[in-house]
């Protein structure tokens, strides 16, 4: 390793072009400049050009491969998957990557759950969709997204469905708002499709979009907690139809349209919605995409469109607008117009440091792993598994011990670990529900807790990454890939052997610590 | 900054502010027709009864409602307050009644577990748009991390799980969520989570931190980033609380042996042993949860296992602090979600259980500017409605609230802007908005 470095130190020392360029100091980046390799990231570059903003180097193979399993399958990388990447020599094996992680499993099980914040998923209070329900309304996501199903579908079911809870899942999206008064629906399609909040807007837009949903009837049946959500003509039509029958009603863009007695209004809304003569469907799509890869929204926040509040690259967000509908609003289109681009890719180390830097996305954000990742990460690499629990006595919360927590279908499904890590509660589907600010806390139970300390005490996979024969050297370097997805530097490994041989010769006391040290790291707790 | 937002809460500056800018004041608004209020409570000591006690069997025994309604828990006890009777099966507690005072005219009519836990430490009624606060979170802002609290315990504690049937905090955000002690006091050492580890000694807790720093690359790649640097700053705390002075005050093995046995050698004694000592810390809200009082099946074996360690745990813990002049600082209440049917249900498969009961139930306060020796309110002969001065959750938090010198129309922060103010008014409120004067 070390003499790669100083073989690209003196390259780059010597080579033309570099004026100016440190050279690579960190197993973070590479030493190549940053260039525009996409359209995104000519739109990107531009304006930092006009900012004055300089954009950081390109994040190294290490730092990409870890970043992008995190953000695309909320997965830590295994330490054959760091170490088959780092020493993959294909000039394109970063593009590949992309491509087999959009069609793994737990791409569907990390989605799945980012989308069951936001469509709040969950049984207990205040949502109270109840276990099977869940179930079924969990997996209908899932599925939805695992078939990359396109998004314009997507809503358009779960705002026009009728039908039972258990049978027809996508009708649970109506089930998940509290007060079930058609303003409330309304602000509710609003925050999740148009990424605006309505409670905002003037009383009349509002009565004006709720009307679309005033006329959703909800009726039990003999089943336990089974609920119909279906079209209620019956019920009293606003605004109130004139002579002929028919009604005229107001889209939230104020052009008008008329309605029949028998016509059911969310149809025409959903309509309305997905059309490609509305700005704000594909926006609000995209740039939640943008925030949820990249950090922070184009707009900002991710779910508060509103006029005044303008995106920080306008040119940006127009461009995957339209890529969206060009590609008939393909989800993993977009995924890989980001993920692919030199933006996403650059290092999270700052050529240029400021709010405005970070707001025009000169460089990677550091943020901390999502509490159900940061758990899987930690029984992944320890090869132990999370206890969890649920308040309702239900066999529907039946959960397996090897459950995954990105996969866990019911927001009410608790553990300590998920408590402590900040996921979000799901009352209200806003995006800022889950917690990116570490708490002392937080840090308290990753140092110290006995619940980490039995992990890496007991733990299969650890304790035989930790008794592994051999120099010392491999088994620090198994647990750097395990841990961190990359070969430790030379001073590390200098650092590691002499902790284990001052331990004297408690290896595995050794071994434990160290593991300890990489899980405690902030190069573990962030994505960066 | 925040000291002098503190001082101005205090003060009642923010309060008086405040009414000079609402057109909506003395539109019969109970709270903003007192005066402006002066804290007598530093800290809350909530004992929470979580699945809901039987109000006949505790704190509003109905000798006279017979058999069907009192099983063979028929023969109430007096108290030291003239006129109090209270459960047979709480000795310690009826020679405290100077202490505390007894309502027993809660309602909220709610009978399901979460919706009626959300109602009694929100003070709201369940089904708007937001999800309150409960009020450990609140104190937590207002008297916590909003008004200059430093200490190193959070200000928001509980031994030892959460209830997790809502989210605690509800729109403040997790900052303000419960620090959850886990662990049991009662054992020896109180594991807390992440403050005690046995096993570990302290060298080498100092050995492996070392350890840390030497290995922190992408920390120094990212020197003076901010998130690191607040990354860096927990650790500090951390270490703090798991090597300094801080963290002892879980260490329950500092008492005397006679203080430990006077609270009970069980969880919940132990619990309020070391709710004591956080209270002495300055600590500003500390819950108990207390588990094991849904007793749909076999309630009265479960009165006579769990009452006598409620009686002298709760006993312990009131003596305890009155000796050590803390109880005019800090107060103490107990209750469930609600109460529970006051017909015992015999048939199967009962057998002889009480279910759900939010009509009519009980509290008891002490404490922090609450007087001892009074009763508030009155259920009916049966215990079945509420006969005399209803006292809604919303009364009883206001109270509450009003004796830590926090002013009713504190707005609160919300992710959705809206103006929300600490005491619910007009059709957020239910009942009339009463203060419990009679006892303040």
């Known amino acids: 390793m070390r003499a790669f470095f100083i073989a690209l130190v003196v390259l780059l020392s010597t080579g033309p072009g570099t004026a100016g360029q440190q050279p690579a100091r960190s197993p973070f980046e590479t030493a190549s400049a940053p260039a525009a390799r996409t359209r995104l990231d000519e739109l990107v570059f531009a304006r930092l050009k006009r900012l004055g903003l300089q954009p950081a180097r390109p994040s190294s193979d290490a730092v990409f491969v870890r970043r992008v399993f995190l953000d695309v399958i909320g997965t830590l990388p295994t330490a054959d998957e760091a170490r088959a990447f780092i020493e993959d020599p294909s000039p394109t094996k970063r593009s590949a990557l992309v491509d087999r992680l959009l069609e793994r499993e737990e791409f569907a099980d990390y989605w799945a759950m980012k989308w069951g914040d936001v469509l709040r998923v969950k049984s207990e209070f205040p949502i109270n969709l109840w276990p099977n329900a869940v179930q079924a309304y969990h997996h209908w996501i899932r599925t939805s997204l695992r078939n ?9 079911e779960l705002l026009t469905a009728s039908g039972s809870n258990f049978r027809v899942p996508q009708v649970n999206f109506y089930r998940t708002v509290q007060s079930r008064e058609p303003t409330s629906i309304a602000t509710n399609v609003a925050l999740i499709f148009m990424g605006t909040r309505a409670e905002a807007w003037p009383a009349d837009r509002q009565a004006a979009m709720a009307a679309f949903f005033s006329q959703i009837g909800y009726k039990a049946t003999g089943e336990w907690k089974e609920e119909i959500v279906f079209f209620d003509p019956d019920k009293a039509a606003s605004p109130a139809p004139t002579v002929a029958g028919s009604r005229v009603a107001i889209l939230p863009d104020s052009t008008s349209i008329r309605l029949s007695p028998a016509d059911d ?18 926006r609000a799509a995209v740039n939640r995409v943008w925030f949820w890869l990249m950090g922070r929204g184009i707009v900002h926040e991710a779910d508060d469109i509103r006029p005044d509040n303008p995106p920080a690259n306008p040119d940006l967000l127009a461009y995957l607008e339209r890529e969206f509908r060009a590609a008939r609003f393909d989800l993993k289109h977009v995924y890989r117009l980001i993920l692919n681009s030199g933006t996403y890719q650059l290092s999270s180390i700052p050529a240029t440091s400021s709010a405005e830097a970070e707001a025009n996305f000169a460089y990677a954000l550091v943020r901390p792993l999502d509490a159900e990742v940061l758990v899987d990460a930690v029984c992944q690499i320890t090869g132990t598994t999370e206890q969890y629990s649920s308040a309702i006595p239900e066999p529907f919360t039946y959960i397996p011990p ?54 890496l005490q007991q733990g299969p996979k650890i304790q035989a990454l930790i008794q592994a024969r051999g120099d010392i050297r491999d088994v620090v370097t198994g647990l750097y890939l395990a841990i961190l997805s990359r070969f430790p530097n030379e001073d590390e490994l200098k650092t590691a052997a002499s902790y284990a041989q001052s331990a004297g010769g408690n290896r595995r006391q050794a071994g434990q610590d160290l593991a300890w040290a990489l899980i405690n790291s902030a190069e573990f707790r962030f994505r960066h | 900054m925040s000291i002098t937002r503190r001082h101005l809460i205090r003060s009642g500056m923010l309060g008086a502010a405040g009414l000079l800018l609402a057109p909506r004041a003395g539109a019969g608004r109970a709270w903003a027709a007192a005066p402006a209020p002066k804290a007598r409570a530093k800290s809350i000591i909530q004992v929470w009864l979580w699945g809901g006690p039987s109000h006949l069997d505790t704190f509003d025994p109905k000798p006279a409602a017979g058999y069907n309604y009192c099983g063979p828990l028929d023969k109430p006890i007096p108290t030291n307050a003239d006129g109090i009777v209270i459960g047979e099966l709480l000795p310690l507690l009826a020679k405290q009644a100077d202490k505390y005072s007894l309502i027993r005219s ?45 200490g190193l315990i959070p200000p928001y504690v509980v031994l030892t799980e959460v209830q997790g049937r809502f989210s605690e905090s509800g729109f403040l955000g997790p900052r303000y969520a ?45 020197k003076g980033q901010a998130t690191l640097e607040a990354f860096a700053q927990g650790e500090d705390q951390a270490y703090e609380l798991i090597l300094g002075e801080s963290g002892k005050v879980f260490d329950l093995s500092q008492e005397k042996d006679e203080v430990r046995e006077r609270y009970g050698r069980n969880t919940f004694g132990q619990s309020c042993l070391a709710a004591r000592r956080l209270v002495e810390r300055g600590v500003p809200y500390i819950t108990i949860n207390f588990k094991g009082w849904d007793t749909h099946k076999q309630h009265f074996q479960a009165m006579r296992q769990r009452l006598p360690q409620l009686d002298k745990g ?19 209440w107990c209750c469930g979600e609600f109460g529970r049917t006051p017909k015992v249900l015999w048939e199967p498969p009962w057998n002889g259980g009480r279910g759900h009961w939010g ?18 309110g009155a259920s009916d002969g049966k215990g079945e409605e509420v006969k005399d001065r209803p006292v809604y959750p919303a009364d009883l938090i206001g109270s509450m609230y009003e004796l830590l010198g926090l002013d009713p129309d504190t707005k609160l922060p919300n992710p959705e802007g809206l103006d929300v103010r600490l005491t619910p008014s007009g059709d957020e409120r239910q009942g009339r908005g009463e203060r419990l004067a009679e006892i303040m």
Do not use: C
């Not at chain 1, 979000?424 to 708490?439: A, F, I, K, Q, V």
């Open chain 1, 402 to 455: 090897d459950q995954r927590s990105i996969a866990l279908a019911d927001g009410s499904i608790r553990s300590a670990f998920l408590e402590t890590f900040g996921r979000p509660p799901r009352d209200t589907g806003l995006l800022s529900e889950r917690n990116s600010r570490p708490s002392a806390f937080q840090r308290l139970y990753l140092l110290n807790s006995s619940d980490i300390q039995r992990k």
């Open chain 1, 148 to 156: 990359n199903v396109p998004f314009d579908r997507f809503a358009r």
């Open chain 2, 314 to 332: 709760l006993a312990g813990l009131l003596q305890d602090l009155s000796d050590r002049g803390l109880l005019d600082s800090t107060i103490v």
């Open chain 2, 359 to 376: 009509p009519v139930f009980s509290a008891l306060v002490a404490g922090g500017g609450f007087k001892g020796g009074h009763v508030v």
């Open chain 2, 178 to 222: 419960p620090f959850a002690t886990a662990g049991d006091p009662q054992q020896n050492p109180f594991v807390v989570q992440g403050v005690i580890t046995p096993g570990i000694s302290d060298q080498r807790q100092r050995d492996r931190r070392a350890l840390l720093h030497q290995l922190d690359t992408l920390g120094t790649a990212l």
């Open chain 2, 106 to 150: 809660m309602t909220h009519g709610i009978n399901a577990h979460e919706t009626a836990a959300y109602s009694v430490q929100t003070g709201r009624k369940p089904g708007g748009r937001l999800v309150y606060p409960g009020m450990g979170a609140v104190v937590s802002l207002l008297e916590g991390y909003g008004a200059g609290y430093t």
């Open chain 1, 265 to 282: 209004p969310r149809e025409a809304f959903a309509a309305w919605l997905v059309s490609p003569r509305n700005a704000w469907f594909a």
